[in-house]
């Protein structure tokens, strides 16, 4: 059991990439939260993790929202005593070529993708802070590494969420709370289906491995990091894209 006894937020953790994430962190032992709006889905994964014999828990957060988020902290402190792990894992897509996007497209992800992470982190910070150690894992993309068309909000937010995590590693490195991110290439999950097949297909031929991701590649990299074995990782950004970004 790799998480035995920890306590895990995972935002976003109702489906695709925080669904499997939540599974895996129960079945390594952990205490997991599912911070998700979609009330119905998560839910449903408690019920999942509980007929498994773990530990779970849901509530409803809107992560852009700062009183929600801290309203989350509050129910997870008030349920299993304090947070070990957050994973900064929800995340939305709202796209479009510079020449057609809209102010309000543009507002609505930076306020998910990038204020959303701001929010979650400020709100736990308190009690990892109390505690002398942490794990904040932040979900950056592919996109955020190397731009990608029609993505100027998600670009913009993702590779804010590196510039957070660099600096979040320097400012709470010595009190015993690492801070690192993972960066997914394109995976199967609600997410891409909305992408024509036509262009995954010319996806997958730029990946060396010739695949999507699969949300437990995701969920594995969260592991390790959020595991004891990264305890001397901090500030890295973690590519798991089958090797499209070199
Ligand atoms: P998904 O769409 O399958 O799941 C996202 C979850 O986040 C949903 O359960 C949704 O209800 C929740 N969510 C959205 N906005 C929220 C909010 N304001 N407050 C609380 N919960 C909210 O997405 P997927 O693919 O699992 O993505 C997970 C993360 O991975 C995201 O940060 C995404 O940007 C990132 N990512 C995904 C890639 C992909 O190809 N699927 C590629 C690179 C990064």
């Not at 993790?49 to 409803?60: H, W």
């Not at 505690?131 to 937010?157: D, E, K, L, P």
């Not at 801070?179 to 031929?205: L, R, W």
């Not at 995701?218 to 595991?227: E, H, K, V």
């Given at each position: 059991?790799r998480?035995?006894?920890?306590v895990?937020?995972?935002t ?16 390594e ?5 599912i911070?998700d ?6 839910q449903?994964?408690v019920?999942?993790?509980?007929d498994?014999?773990?530990t ?13 988020t801290?309203?989350?902290v509050?129910?997870t402190?008030n349920?299993?005593g304090k947070i ?6 929800a995340?939305i897509?709202s796209?479009?070529l510079?020449?057609k996007?809209?102010?309000e497209?543009w507002?609505?992800v930076i ?5 959303g992470v701001f929010?979650?982190?400020k709100?736990?910070?308190p ?5 002398g ?7 950056s993309?592919?996109s955020g590494?190397?731009g ?6 998600y670009?913009a937010a993702?590779a804010g ?12 490195g ?7 991110a993972?960066?997914p290439?394109f ?5 891409t289906q909305?992408?024509?097949e036509k262009?995954?297909?010319?996806i997958?031929?730029?990946?060396p ?11 594995n ?5 959020a595991s004891d074995?990264?305890?001397?990782v ?5 590519h ?7």
């Amino acid at each position: 059991m790799r998480l035995n006894d920890k306590v895990a937020i995972v935002t976003g953790g109702a489906n695709g990439i925080g669904r499997k994430t939540v599974h895996r962190f129960a079945a390594e032992g952990a205490k997991v939260v599912i911070a998700d709006f979609n009330e119905e889905e998560g839910q449903k994964v408690v019920q999942e993790v509980l007929d498994q014999s773990g530990t779970a828990l849901y509530v409803k957060v809107d992560v852009a929202n700062h009183e929600s988020t801290q309203n989350m902290v509050q129910t997870t402190l008030n349920r299993f005593g304090k947070i070990d792990i957050l994973i900064n894992n929800a995340g939305i897509t709202s796209d479009g070529l510079l020449t057609k996007l809209t102010e309000e497209s543009w507002q609505k992800v930076i306020n998910v993708n990038l204020t959303g992470v701001f929010n979650c982190t400020k709100a736990v910070i308190p009690s990892m802070l109390e505690n002398g150690s942490g794990r904040i894992i932040n979900t950056s993309s592919v996109s955020g590494v190397y731009g990608n068309f029609g993505q100027t909000n998600y670009a913009a937010a993702k590779a804010g969420v590196l510039g957070m995590t660099r600096t979040w590693a320097k400012e709470l490195g010595g009190k015993g709370i690492t801070v690192n991110a993972v960066a997914p290439g394109f995976c199967d999950t609600s997410m891409t289906q909305q992408v024509p097949e036509k262009v995954i297909q010319k996806i997958i031929q730029q990946i060396p491995l010739k695949r999507l991701g699969k949300p437990e590649d995701i969920a594995n990299a969260y592991l390790y990091l959020a595991s004891d074995e990264a305890s001397y990782v901090n500030g890295t950004v973690l590519h798991v894209d089958g090797g499209i970004v070199m």
